[in-house]
Structure formats: C-alpha cells, structure tokens
C-alpha cells in the first residue's frame, strides 16, 4: 500500500504503519520515532500519543518512516557568533532531505562569552549536560551539532560522547577581518591590544570608540586563533569535520554552507556505516591527533582544559591521556600555522591558504594516520584521497615541518610546589622570551577585586622583574574560572614601554591573548591545602621554562606554617593573624543552593578538565 495519497493530501498506512497499532507484537525498532518511547507503561501508547502529537506539525506518516537527524539549534540574539545558524540549520535540512532522512532540529543553550556572567566556562558543563540529555532523550537517529564559539563546541563534544549516538559537529565559522585606519583587525586579539594601548593612553578616547566599529565587523566566532577557532580545528583533527572548509570557511561564506549541507548528508550516511558512535569512532589516537594539531596551531590554552574534559567523557580512553601527554607531544611538535596570537595573521588567510587540509597533510608524519574519521575512511585514507598541492601563499601562512614559526613546545606544562598538579603557558605567545627563564619577586593579589584596587596604583611596590601573581580566580574560588590570566601591565609600568611580565594565575586566558602568561595553577588557591594559596608579596618564583620548571622559593616548613595558619583562620581561630572567620569559598560551597552549589561541590581541577566529576566516563566515585 502507498504510504501518502496524493490526490487528497490525507495519509493511508502501509505494513509497517499499521505494525504501530499492533498490539499483539512488541514494538521493537530503536530507531527513528520508535526510538526511546516516552514512559507511559503502554509502549504502542506512548507511540501513538508521539504521533497524534508531532502530526500537529504537519509529518506525515510516510517522513516520519525516515531516519531522523537531530539538529541542535543554539542560535541566541544574545549569541552572535552564531547569528548563522538559522541558515546553517536550512542548508543542513537539505542535505539531510536529499539523502533519504528526516531533519528534526531542537533548541539547546547557547553560550556567548561576553554575554555569560560569571563566565561562559560556568555554563559549560551545564551546556553539556543539556546536549547530552536532549540527544540521549529524544527519537533521533544521528545528530548534526551546530556549535562556533569558544564554550559551545566543548560542550556538544563532551555531552555527545556521553550521550554515544552518532554525532557531527558542525561550526558556525570564523568572523571576517575588520580594518582601523587600513590596518586589518579582529576580535579578540586586537581587542586587547588597543585596549592596553588606550590603558597606557596611547590613543584617545575617540579613537579606542572607532576601534570598538570594528573589531566584529560580521558575524561569526573571533577571527584568530582564539579559543573558538582553536576548537574547530581541533575537531577536525579528531577526524570530525570536513578537512578543507569544515573548520575554517568563514561563516558568511557560500561554502560555510555548503559545510552545513554535507553535514546533514554525512549524518545519513553515518546510519549506514558500522562503528560511528563517537566511543567507537574515536580512539586514543584520534585525541592524540587533536593534541597534535593543537600544538601546531599554537593553539588557545583554554582547549587543554576543553580536551582534557572530553577526553574523560570517553570509557575507552579516560584517564589515559593528561597533561603530561600534552606537553610530551609539544616537544616533538613545531608550531606552524601563523595566526595571531602567536603569528600575524586571522582565520580568512589560514582558510585561503588551505586550511586543515593542508596542515593535515604537512603534519602526516607526526599524526597516528590509523585513526577514523566522520566519513568512515582513516586519517591517512582521507588525505590520499583529498591532496593538497601548496602554493606560495600557502607557505607563508602554513609553514612546513623544516620551517616552524616556533620549533617546538608551543604550550608547555610546568610542574613544582605551586603547581604539583600542573600549569599551562603558551610560550609561543611571549612578548618577552626573557621571561621564560625568570626569576623573581612576587606581587601578589587576593582576587580580581584586588586586583581591580590596586593594580594602577602609582604606590605599589613593582617593576618589570616582578611577578604578577592573581589567586582566587580558579574553577571554585571564582565560579567558572574567569579570563583574568592576563593580568593587566601596571599602569606606571605601562606608560614607561613594559610590554609584557611572568604573570601566574589559577584562571584562564582567553585564547585571543598573549604574554608570558602561565595559568590554570592546579591545584588551584581556593584549596585550603594549596601552596599558590598561600604565596606572599616578597617571595621569589623561579620560572624554567626548558626544565618545566615554576616553584616558590621558600622554605617547606614557612609554606607548612602558612598554610595550617590559613585552615586556623577560616576556623575563626583567634590566634591566627586577623583572628577573625575569614570567608571561604572551599567551605562555604556546601551550602550553597542551586547550579551554583552543584558547580562548586562537582566541579574538578583544570588538570582534569573542570568537568562535573559524576558526568566523567568513571563517574563520581571514578579514579579521577
Ligand atoms: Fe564567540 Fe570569541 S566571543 S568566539
């Protein structure tokens, strides 16, 4: 029987329609709208209910026997990384309509990093808990997730793994360049620096306004490598985007669109394929891959944490890569690709140099080629089949193995008292390699509201070779670990040309900013047990970058005193110094109500990923 009746619109069922209704067979399909039956106590209810209620939209019995692709709409007003999405959600329906499935796109939220207060990071796990659970949850068969700025691809990867259905992610793209007096400049990168110079009162107010015209002149996600574009090719590396556009077409582009219509076309074919759910797709070697390609993109510190939150979403591969592995793959990994922060360039010219295509085929020695991709090939499978043939242009932005813009060790992990857990830095990034082998006195500030007081003030007791030191700005000392890393060059400082000093912080940095700039201290000060919580304004910090060297220079018994005289005043005892309950939020956490007590009491060190530990493939009683 046909399953439509054209003539007069109404549907007629055919064998396998009518099987829905059949109350003496089970019903057994764990795909499409049969998928995940809503709990009733009737399964054939709780179809027809499922039926009565999506036909209201106009399905007709015959579309909803398709496979259905999901596709996860975060398109926000307050979100205009992904002011695309509308038209990437069109382009990935018709993909999907021309390969035989059903396109059923859904809301999740969306996370814009100027918009989120306390931070966009806070809302990351929440993000992944609600990409997960919609996935988990609904009657899709693939899904298509549509994600660009920096938090929101992090999420859909952690809530897609966990959720274990066949995923793709799709990346709203790159902004285009804007130009100030005919010099090109994009957010964020340049942000920051004519916002230092206007600090410094290098230029004026008005012209600091006309900057601000400009720095986002389209949508799309930061035009550098920041932490948005350091995601996307990321993903790629992990072999989950189209490799010559997929992560680096612009998003006003006609061939960002093209991406979103062969998404939808991959999602089908994905039903087809054996082993693409992303815990079989993705191996070891997939992430040492995406560590590889974040090594030579100089990429955005915040991916480590990122990566390292997703990777422990995985059962096969948690626990098996850490820090260590990070820095273990710098050493042997040249930076090559000449993006600001590190390099000169924005995402347009990495795009029109070719892109991931080519720096995947410049990085096929030092890539694990045995590892899948989207598309069912292999890594190196997928490169013989798509060459790249380089041109001129193409080198200058992509440099080769034999001519690295940094030889190696772009990001590097640091270990010692203040960090026995790890730091991160992005030596590429320095404005002053001095610093990387440093020594020096510590001018420490309490939080970002200390910082805020006194870091101008013409009084305090600093100069170049000082050491900046920021606590309290860690994933529970200040929920959702705020961008402050790159503490702010004093003022005074500023104005007599200091352009950059070793600045340590338990905080992150945007991925848009550079400097010798060393973060994500774990543990992190909040911890009542840390050594960084209880560095003082004085004390020396020695800094080796080539050893992986950055401790504190005082005596293990002073750092045992000061630490158990910090528990003594948090305790109200009165004859610690100040005598009086200081606040903390290490303790205050367990009280505290709502998502705001859930992060804190869950939430892990950066060295783990800054994940909810009960969401982590071991769970919350995991060996973490
Ligand atoms: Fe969205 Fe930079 S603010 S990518």
Redesign the pocket.
């Known amino acids: 029987m046909a399953a439509n009746d054209a003539a007069n619109g109404h549907t007629t069922t055919n064998d396998s329609v009518a099987a829905d209704y059949n109350l003496s067979q089970p019903i057994t399909s764990t795909s499409g709208l049969r998928a995940g039956l809503t709990s009733y106590g009737d399964a054939h209810f709780s179809l027809f209910l499922r039926k009565v209620f999506i036909k209201a939209l106009g399905y007709s019995d015959s579309a909803l026997s398709s496979p259905i692709i999901g596709i996860i709409n975060t398109y926000s007003s307050f979100?205009?990384?992904h002011s695309n999405v509308p038209q990437l959600i069109e382009s990935v329906k018709r993909g999907v309509l021309a390969s035989g499935g059903l396109p059923v796109d859904f809301p999740t939220i969306s996370i814009?990093?100027?918009f989120a207060s306390p931070t966009s990071m806070y809302l990351r796990n929440l993000m992944s808990m609600d990409t997960e659970e919609m996935i988990r949850s609904q009657p899709v068969d693939a899904v298509v997730m549509i994600g660009?700025?920096?938090k929101t691809v992090p999420a859909q990867l952690m809530g897609g793994i966990s959720a274990n259905k066949p995923v793709i992610p799709l990346i709203t793209g790159p902004m285009m360049p804007g130009s100030v007096e005919g010099v090109r400049v994009g957010?964020?990168t340049d942000c920051r620096s004519y916002w230092a110079k206007y600090r410094a009162g290098g230029i004026d107010v008005e012209d600091i306004m006309s900057v601000n015209e400009e720095l986002a002149p389209t949508g799309g996600?930061?035009g550098v490598m920041?932490?948005?574009?350091t995601m996307a090719c990321i993903t790629a590396g992990l072999g989950l985007l189209e490799l010559r556009a997929g992560a680096t077409a612009a998003a006003v582009s006609s061939a960002r669109l093209r991406v979103a219509e062969q998404a939808g076309r991959n999602a089908v074919a994905m039903l087809k394929k054996e082993q693409m759910r992303p815990q079989d797709l993705l191996t070891r070697e997939s992430f040492l891959n995406a560590i590889i390609v974040l090594q030579a993109i100089g990429g955005s510190t915040n991916a480590v944490v990122h990566l390292l939150a997703i990777i422990n979403r995985h059962p096969k591969v948690a626990g098996t890569i850490d820090l260590k592995t990070f820095d273990e793959i710098g050493r042997k990994t040249p930076l090559l690709v000449d993006l600001k922060p590190s390099g000169d360039n924005y995402m347009t010219d990495f795009h029109n140099a070719g892109g991931m295509l080519a720096l995947m085929h410049i990085l096929r020695p030092l890539l694990h080629l045995e590892a899948r991709t989207i598309t069912g090939q292999t890594m190196g499978e997928l490169l013989d089949n798509t060459p790249f043939k380089s041109f001129p242009y193409s080198k200058q932005i992509i440099r080769s193995l034999e001519d690295p813009l940094y030889e190696r060790s772009s990001l590097v992990v640091l270990y010692g008292n203040i960090c026995p857990n790890g730091a991160v830095m992005k030596a590429s990034a320095s404005k002053n390699r001095k610093l990387l082998h440093h020594r020096g006195s510590a001018c420490v500030f309490e939080n970002t509201a200390d910082l805020a007081r006194r870091i101008d003030d013409p009084d305090l007791e600093v100069d170049e070779n000082s050491v900046l030191v920021l606590k309290s700005i860690g994933p529970v000392g200040n929920p959702g670990m705020p961008e402050a890393g790159l503490i702010p060059i004093p003022q005074k400082l500023g104005r007599q040309g200091v352009l950059d000093m070793l600045r340590i912080s338990d905080g992150r940095m945007?991925g848009?900013a550079g400097g010798t700039i060393t973060l994500h201290v774990s543990p992190e000060s909040a911890d009542l047990d840390s050594v960084f919580g209880v560095v003082q304004t004085g004390d020396r910090i020695i800094c080796d970058v080539d050893n992986r060297v950055l401790s504190l220079d005082v005596d293990e018994q002073e750092i045992a005193r000061r630490i158990a005289q910090r528990k003594r005043r948090t305790q109200g005892d009165p004859s610690s110094a100040g005598g009086e309950v200081h606040p903390e939020p290490w303790i205050e956490r367990s009280g505290r109500r709502g998502y705001r007590g859930l992060y804190e009491r869950e939430v892990n060190q950066s060295h783990l990923g800054c994940d909810f530990g009960f969401l982590t493939a071991n769970g919350p009683l995991g060996k973490q």
């Open positions: 979100n205009p990384c814009h990093e100027s660009g700025c920096d957010a964020c996600t930061c920041g932490t948005a574009s945007s848009t």
